[in-house]
Structure formats: structure tokens, C-alpha cells
């Protein structure tokens, strides 16, 4: 089976984006976040949700993609039904944790909107609550279509290397 659309999700500081940008240059599959879906404007102005629908209905119709992101609820189980492979990131939260302090810490450097201590805090808090047991739920929407959990970085590396 020819792997064309691609879902990816676990939670904050998981590393979905890294994993979706190398997915998407190793396939050559255009790569989207859910955050394109749901802010107008970067985590400030959020899209309505009949809005957000519509947008990842229209990714989600194309031949080939990756979409990676924290699932925020039911809205994105249409697109999971579409992917040929769903991969679910479920690293620990001493990982999660210092992952985010890392691109914290990188965001404040190059002084980003939005990138300060007390974001470090909120995210941090969000990673710590994150709820990786939900997963199965999502392994039940794609009925049977391949779904991977990886629980580290090691797992993420043999999964690129055997990817073709």
C-alpha cells in the first residue's frame, strides 16, 4: 500500500512537526499543522469552527499529506478516517517538559511573539495534563488502517529510516 496521507498527533513537545517536516521532505508530501486550521492569527485569533471544518475538509479531499497536531477533539476525526497511516507520538512527560523549555528558550532568543517564561509554564502544564491514553480513541476511527504509537526518539528514527 502506497502511504499518501499521513496523520500525526501526540502532545505538546511530542515532536510532531519535526517528525511531519521529515516525513513530508522524505515523501515529498505537503505537510500541514493543525494550527492552520484553527488561529488566523498565531495563537491569538482563532477561526470559527464551522471555518476550521472547512479547512482541513479541504486539505483532507487532496491525494497526498501530512497533518500533524495536538487533537483538540472530534472535528479532526473526519481527516483521520482519510489517512492511510496514523502515527501517535506518546514520549514522557520529563521529555515533553524539556523539549518545550528548549524551543522556549529558542523563541525568546530570536524574540517571537508569544515566547516568554510564563508560556513556558502554561505549555509545560498542558503537556504534564495531556491525556495520552486518549490515542485509542483515535486507533478506533481509522478501523483498521495502520496505526503506530512511537514512545521515543529512538522509535522515530527506525520509523524514518524504514519509511519509503
Known sequence: MKIER???FGGVG???TTLA???SEKLELPHY???DFVYKKKWSEKYSKSAKIKKLGTVSKKTSWVIEGVPYSDWIKPSIKKADLVIF???NRFRLSSRIIKRQRLRMKN???GANFSGSLGLIKQAIGYRSGDYEKYRSVVNGKNFIVLRNPKQVDKF???LK
Open 111 to 113: 524574540k517571537e511573539d
Open 6 to 8: 499521513i496523520w500525526i
Open 21 to 23: 517536516n521529515k516525513i
Open 33 to 35: 499543522s493543525t494550527d
Open 14 to 16: 511530542s515532536g510532531k
Open 89 to 91: 507520538l506518546k514520549m
Open 160 to 162: 524514518l529510516e524504514e
